[in-house]
């Protein structure tokens, strides 16, 4: 059985593998989630890895999510805190900060200018999250 979408270190010709391709994506988030007076940054992260041929349901599916957070000290350096999941989703919840309102949310890439990032809301990837 094969992979839906092939992973391009698997079509090597020096390795005679048809690895399933996997998407990782990143989204950031500033602001003061922890109303400590000091600047935080929120990192929503999500996994895919492609769904095999005899799926019938087409693209990717999520394998993993993380969310990680990064205070600003008062010396201006951005420290990552030891803050769970549980917390940082409920902060983007409460923001009402979705998926798609993260950065980058926009393409910069000339004539794509103000449009979403094609590959990051794929529909393909099959998560309701990139949809929104």
């Known amino acids: 059985m094969l992979p839906q979408h092939i992973a391009q270190s698997g079509t090597h010709v020096l390795v005679d593998l048809l690895l399933p391709a996997r998407r990782s994506y990143m989204k950031m988030y500033m602001g003061d989630f922890d109303e400590n007076g000091l600047p935080d940054i929120l990192m929503w992260g999500k996994v895919y890895h492609s ?41 983007l919840s409460v923001k009402n900060l979705t998926w798609s309102q993260g950065y980058p949310r926009y393409s910069e890439c000339e004539g794509e200018e103000g449009q979403l990032v094609p590959e990051w809301h794929d529909p393909l990837l099959n998560d309701p999250d990139v949809l929104q």
């Open 51 to 91: 769904r095999m041929s005899d799926d019938p349901i087409k693209g990717f599916e999520l394998v993993g999510q993380n969310w990680l957070h990064y205070s600003k000290t008062p010396a201006g350096v951005y420290d990552i805190q030891d803050t769970d999941a549980e917390t940082i989703r409920d902060w």
